[in-house]
């Protein structure tokens, strides 16, 4: 892998979890009417609490993780004419 595509994959992924983890914070904070806990794995956290915010928490940031991802190689795709590498083209393969 080029330095230049594990540059923009390093900060591709602390841009995404950074805005997942605002969109979480905004969501739990409208839906449960509290604030989201400061430390799930803190004894005084509710398991109730902690176990929910670890399953949005992700779901929020796989599902950023993979609208980056898809946007980065469609946008390589677009510009070089080639899928990034270890990524196959479109379509399912072994299928």
Same mark, same amino acid.
Not at 1 to 10: P, T, Y
Not at 45 to 58: K, M, N, Q, R
């Given at each position: 892998?080029?330095? !230049?595509?594990?540059?923009? #994959?390093?900060g591709t992924g602390l841009a995404v979890r950074?805005?997942?983890?605002? #969109?979480?914070?905004?969501v739990w904070r409208k839906? @449960?009417?509290?604030a989201p806990p400061a430390d799930p794995a803190s004894p005084g956290?509710?398991?109730?609490? &902690?176990?929910?915010? &670890?399953?949005?928490? #992700?779901v929020a940031i796989g599902v950023a993780r993979l609208v980056a991802t898809r946007g980065a190689a469609? &946008?390589?795709?677009?510009?070089? #004419?080639?899928?990034?590498?270890?990524m196959e083209g479109p !379509? @399912?393969?072994g299928r």
């Open positions: 892998m080029a330095m !230049g595509s594990k540059l923009v #994959g390093i950074k805005l997942s983890e605002k #969109g979480l914070n905004k839906t @449960r009417h509290t956290t509710p398991w109730a609490e &902690a176990l929910s915010y &670890a399953v949005a928490s #992700g469609t &946008a390589k795709m677009k510009l070089t #004419g080639k899928a990034p590498e270890g !379509g @399912r393969k």
